[in-house]
């Protein structure tokens, strides 16, 4: 008979030899990234999708993912550990809108991009981007169905479900999803017809992500795919950076003529002409930026005012929450990732990448004011892709080291 000592120690090496086993470590953060994506577009809250980060993250320190992650993307965690002491030392400097949990913030961020090497590992390209964008797809259907029955009037704006809650962050996701459609569309193969299913999901994306009426997310989204599809084919590191600043540019330029734009084309201030006082709220961020040039007011600030209490532009906002230092720390971190993106070879991710990373600097044209914050949509159109990118890039390394182990033991054996 087994002793109660030898039955733990057992039960201790078949748990650790299930964690370690790389079929069981790849289930799991499959498992769990299909949660992920589902709860993001699904459930309000963040809880499950935090969760799953978490779960994600620990398979990857386990079965030794997250060690090859740390070492092929070194820049990555330099320029993570840049920020983390950013905002400590805006915290112990008492800036006026910094707090501990800032911090905490960009560790889950960090937490994140382990998660994402774990499920790189165990699904392939073509599989991440059917559940993204499935999961788009159904969510897009429910929110529809859920307006139709709640709303008293048709024309109010749409709420998609998911973690946002909200029309602009709510298009945010719809759009992720759309480009994970014409990222799957592209890879198909030549002749191949695209099934109705699909076709039927990718309409309800349009159709709710034009009910949503966000302007600037719409807007960035039919930018972005022409640019990704022009930059995927013949754009380099500097093309990227040129597109993702013009659309940055052209966005914050809309937002500054909207006077001008809705006396020529508006008659009132509902739905799609409704006041964005863009002008107004920069001129105060402006005056913040002026003031916390250095270190910024710290992601907790707020304006108070009941119509606005954010910068409502990404660019803006890193300036005047983290300071000129910070931002420009931001524009090197993207210039990084631009170069890694040019190299990849996956075509369809490498469009997915392209496409998402344009949207969102046109995305941040308006909104997204602190891309560091906590859990929310822009973790799927923004972090996803970008995370997703370098991890599939640690990913192709170990199967490279792979091959070469197998060609020296073919070698060995002749």
């Not at 929110?143 to 602009?168: A, C, Q, T, Y």
């Not at 420009?328 to 996956?346: K, P």
Request: glycine share 10%; charged share 15%; with cysteine.
């Amino acid at each position: 008979m087994f002793s109660v000592s030898s039955r733990q120690t057992y039960a201790a090496v078949w748990l650790r030899k299930q964690l370690v086993d790389p079929n069981w470590s790849s289930s799991i953060g499959a498992a769990a990234f299909v949660v992920f994506v589902a709860s993001t577009f699904l459930v309000r809250g963040h809880a499950v999708p935090v969760a799953m980060i978490v779960v994600m993250t620990l398979v990857a320190l386990s079965s030794g993912v997250a060690q090859g992650a740390f070492r092929r993307n070194a820049w990555l965690w330099l320029f993570g550990i840049f920020f983390s002491a950013w905002t400590l030392l805006g915290t112990v400097a008492g800036g006026p809108g910094y707090n501990i949990s800032d911090f905490f913030n960009l560790v889950l961020l960090g937490a994140f991009f382990l998660s994402l090497s774990q499920v790189s590992r165990a699904l392939s390209t073509r599989q991440i981007l059917c559940i993204i964008a499935v999961a788009g797809g159904i969510s897009a259907l429910a929110s529809i169905v859920l307006h139709f029955v709640s709303s008293g009037d048709l024309f109010d704006r749409l709420s998609p479900l998911g973690r946002g809650r909200n029309p602009i962050p709510g298009a945010g996701g719809l759009a992720v999803a759309l480009i994970a459609f014409a990222a799957l569309w592209l890879e198909r193969a030549p002749g191949r017809r695209i099934e109705a299913l699909h076709v039927a999901l990718a309409f309800m994306l349009l159709v709710a992500l034009a009910w949503t009426q966000s302007r600037a997310p719409i807007l960035s989204l039919c930018l972005a795919l022409p640019l990704a599809w022009w930059l995927e084919k013949r754009g380099g590191t500097t093309a990227v950076l040129v597109a993702c600043g013009g659309v940055w540019l052209f966005i914050t330029g809309l937002g500054l003529l909207e006077p001008v734009i809705k006396a020529m084309v508006c008659k009132g201030d509902a739905n799609w002409c409704r006041p964005a006082l863009r002008t107004e709220i920069w001129g105060w961020v402006r005056d913040q930026i002026l003031l916390h040039p250095a270190l910024g007011t710290g992601p907790s600030f707020r304006f108070q005012k009941v119509w606005m209490s954010h910068p409502h532009n990404g660019i803006f906002g890193i300036a005047m929450y983290y300071g000129l230092p910070a931002l420009v720390a931001f524009g090197a971190m993207i210039g990084f990732y631009a170069r890694e993106l040019t190299r990849l070879g996956d075509r369809s991710l490498r469009y997915f990448g392209l496409a998402s990373i344009v949207f969102s600097f046109g995305y941040m044209g308006t909104d997204l004011s602190n891309p560091f914050a906590f859990f929310n949509m822009h973790y799927l159109f923004l972090w996803l892709p970008c995370l997703l990118v370098l991890a599939s890039k640690e990913a192709g390394a170990r199967g490279e080291e792979k091959a070469a182990l197998g060609g020296s033991d073919e070698l060995r054996r002749i």
